[in-house]
């Protein structure tokens, strides 16, 4: 059973000419139409969530801000990021949506995949950036730590997720993985970012050069991925699915294909301690070919549809990279005692 909460954001958050545009939400589910899923499809309807909610990880004074910048009719945050009259609901449409998908899970089980705009991971806990108003894989995952879970996050989107990082920081009971082009925005994501004190080596940040592989990635994942993953023993797993390592973005230089979404979507099924437990939410992905395909390949993979897609790339550089995080990461940790 896949469970898609919404689609939010299709029109309520626009900027004429901007890349994170409403098409992008129309490529997303064309790409889950692609599966032809029938009667094991339940679409459900995302709600706001509350500012209780959206509190357990942004300042009440930033709420604040957003709430009356938006309803003032908006403008430029910084120069990459924009809102609007109706960007203040559509954020927090897009916050909410991830409750709804934890609270179908429970009761129906499946997989749960939240298409919403705008993007989260970003958004620290009192400031926009990167395109992000409000950090939605954050409100879930606090939401879920508030219930007593442990919680994996998994990034695989292009540019590092600083703000889930800044979040959860020195949460013992979050563990956040990254996998990122470097160099690239916002310029954090380093290999020696391995947690703060009170959860020494819960951060695993893989940063990728250009012209990386999807082979390069799984072979990351397996190396320095799941040995932690084993002894973290999450109970729920989220994933902030950004496309945009999508070979054909128009905003990133790493050269993954369709087919390594559905390979990486299977490898990170794998965390989840059983059905039910895994919610996938939209971040990144520019090019509305590239984020169609992927889609339906990363959504096949924990279906068990078979999609006709582009097959999974090999041959690119990256390999010296993950050794490299590997040593980095031991040392950082043996630094920090």
């Not at 993007?119 to 409000?134: E, N, Q, V, Y």
């Amino acid at each position: 059973m896949l469970i898609v909460v919404g689609p939010v954001g299709a029109e309520e958050h626009v900027l004429a000419g901007h890349p994170e545009r409403p098409a992008r939400i129309g490529a997303v589910m064309q790409g889950v139409a692609d599966l032809h899923l029938d009667g094991a499809l339940l679409e459900v309807a995302a709600r706001p969530a509350s500012i209780g909610e959206l509190s357990r990880v942004h300042s009440a004074d930033y709420l604040d801000q957003l709430h009356r910048f938006c309803s003032l009719g908006g403008g430029s945050l910084d120069p990459d990021t924009f809102a609007n009259a109706g960007s203040w609901d559509a954020a927090c449409l897009a916050a909410g949506a991830g409750a709804v998908a934890i609270d179908a899970l429970r009761r129906q089980g499946g997989v749960a995949f939240v298409p919403i705009r705008p993007p989260g991971h970003h958004a620290l806990t009192d400031r926009s950036m990167g395109f992000c108003l409000i950090n939605s894989v954050a409100v879930a995952a606090a939401s879920l730590l508030d219930a007593g879970e442990k919680v994996l996050i998994v990034d695989w989107d292009v540019h590092h997720g600083n703000g889930t990082q800044a979040i959860f920081w020195d949460d013992p009971d979050v563990l956040y993985v990254s996998t990122h082009q470097w160099p690239g925005y916002p310029g954090t994501g380093r290999s020696t970012e391995v947690g703060g004190a009170d959860a020494r080596g819960a951060t695993i940040n893989i940063p990728l050069p250009p012209g990386t592989t999807g082979d390069v990635v799984c072979e990351a994942f397996h190396r320095l991925v799941t040995p932690v993953v084993d002894r973290f023993h999450p109970t729920w797993v989220l994933v902030s699915a950004g496309f945009d390592a999508h070979r054909a973005d128009p905003l990133a230089e790493l050269d993954l294909s369709a087919g390594d979404f559905g390979d990486l979507a299977t490898i990170v099924s794998g965390y989840a301690p059983g059905p039910g437990r895994l919610v996938l939410f939209l971040e990144g992905g520019y090019d509305l070919g590239g984020l169609r395909s992927s889609v339906s390949a990363t959504l096949g993979a924990l279906t068990g549809v078979a999609v006709t897609t582009e097959p999974p790339t090999s041959g690119g550089p990256g390999r010296e990279h993950v050794a490299a995080v590997a040593q980095h990461r031991r040392e950082a940790l043996d630094h920090l005692g």
